[in-house]
């Protein structure tokens, strides 16, 4: 019996809209991704949880269910260029995963490094997933356990 391997999961730190120009190390790390994710992983979809956007209440997290996710461009003090990026991208709004879902869009802490990583996208979608409005760990857990068979 073969098992069947789970897809990994990954941290990114994103920075802010300049990583889109970056050609240093950080950059070398998001060309990797973005073939990987492109051409090896082939994911259904891309769920990010950002803590740029928090849920409601002791319990709620919310999911993004937009079919085409605006770009959020909640970053500051950069040059005007950044402030007019674009990205052919989709979401997923069928994916609720018992989770409140809302048309949010996609904030920097998604869609730079994404965008960083594949400057074009229009197959993967992507799901951006909130936090919790609190820091209580065993909460977060319990919330990476329900994501969890998404792997």
């Given at each position: 019996m073969t098992a069947i391997p789970r897809a990994p999961a990954f941290f990114i730190s994103h920075g802010g809209p300049n990583l889109l120009d970056d050609q240093a190390?950080?950059?070398?790390f998001y060309n990797w991704l973005g073939n990987y994710l492109k051409n090896e992983l082939k994911p259904k979809a891309i769920v990010l949880i950002s803590a740029h956007w928090q849920g409601e209440g002791r319990e709620s997290v919310f999911v993004d269910v937009s079919e085409k996710p605006k770009l959020i461009y909640d970053f500051y003090n950069f040059p005007r260029r950044y402030y007019e990026e674009?990205?052919?991208?989709?979401?997923?709004p069928t994916s609720s995963f018992k989770a409140i879902g809302q048309k949010y869009g996609n904030d920097h802490g998604v869609w730079v490094p994404l965008k960083r990583a594949m400057k074009?996208?229009?197959?993967?979608?992507?799901v951006e997933v909130s936090t919790l409005a609190h820091e209580s760990m065993p909460m977060h857990i319990k919330m990476g356990e329900a994501l969890a068979p998404l792997r």
């Open positions: 190390k950080p950059g070398h674009t990205w052919d991208h989709r979401g997923s074009s996208n229009p197959d993967i979608p992507i």
